[in-house]
């Protein structure tokens, strides 16, 4: 499958715990996009890596971090968790940093449940 | 700041009927405009673009400036469209999406 892959599918832990989310975009893409998907908060956008630099920042919470290796791989850190991180957490990528044309590919996202 | 707002959650209709699914904007600058489809087991996946004027499995969409809608249309619906869509704009750089809440189209026999 040369498309967006995430690892893990499924991932339950407790409060005050540290998770990472791994993302491997298409191939030929070079941005990353980390989104999540809540119930309360529906689909939003938390950050973007474009050839392993940060290019935009959304809604991320400060306990939050990511980045971008140089096989353009990216990991999201999730720390100090709390009841409220638990969602689905997609990666997209991109073959430019910007654009109209700029089409999104989805990877099928991570489950986080915090108990 | 950008906002998007899809008014129904669930829109049911029969085979063959017409489905308008609906999309309002806020945002200041000059958006561009998508609409993205989920279909049951699958991931979230571009439908069309404004800016490309396309028709994708027969839907249509137009951006009206005026209404600052961008609204879904097919004239005739099939069972195989049932799925969930998201009405998104990107910002001017291109490179954040801002997703309304989605609406799930369920497509009667």
């Known amino acids: 499958d040369s498309g967006v892959t995430q690892t893990p599918?499924?991932?339950?832990?407790?409060?005050?715990?540290?998770?990472?989310?791994?993302?491997?975009?298409?191939?030929?893409?070079?941005?990353?996009?980390?989104y999540q998907q809540s119930l309360d908060q529906g689909l939003q956008f938390l950050i973007q890596y474009y050839n392993?630099?940060?290019?935009?920042?959304?809604?991320?919470?400060?306990?939050?971090?990511?980045?971008q290796f140089p096989d353009l791989h990216s990991e999201l850190n999730l720390s100090s968790l709390e009841l409220g991180d638990s969602a689905?957490?997609?990666?997209?990528?991109?073959?430019?940093?910007?654009?109209?044309?700029?089409e999104q590919f989805f990877g099928p996202g991570t489950r986080l449940t915090v108990l | 700041a950008q906002r998007v707002t899809q008014p129904e959650k669930l829109l049911?209709?029969?085979?063959?009927?017409?489905?308008?699914?609906?999309?309002?904007?806020?945002?200041?600058?000059?958006p561009e405009l998508f609409w993205y489809v989920q279909y049951s087991r699958q991931r979230l996946q571009l439908l069309l673009r404004?800016?490309?004027?396309?028709?994708?499995?027969?839907?249509?969409?137009?951006?009206?400036?005026?209404?600052?809608s961008f609204h879904l249309k097919k004239p005739f619906a099939q069972e195989e469209d049932s799925a969930m869509y998201y009405c998104a704009l990107t910002n001017n750089a291109g490179n954040m999406l801002t997703f309304g809440g989605g609406t799930r189209l369920m497509v009667k026999p």
């Open chain 1, 52 to 67: 392993g630099e940060e290019r935009a920042k959304g809604n991320i919470l400060e306990r939050f971090s990511a980045q």
């Open chain 2, 50 to 68: 404004h800016i490309s004027r396309e028709s994708i499995k027969g839907f249509t969409a137009d951006l009206n400036k005026g209404e600052t």
């Open chain 1, 9 to 34: 599918k499924h991932l339950i832990t407790a409060t005050g715990q540290r998770v990472t989310l791994r993302c491997s975009p298409r191939s030929g893409d070079l941005s990353v996009y980390w």
């Open chain 1, 88 to 102: 689905l957490y997609f990666c997209a990528s991109s073959v430019a940093a910007s654009s109209s044309y700029n």
């Open chain 2, 12 to 30: 049911s209709v029969f085979k063959g009927a017409p489905v308008e699914l609906k999309c309002n904007y806020s945002y200041s600058g000059s």
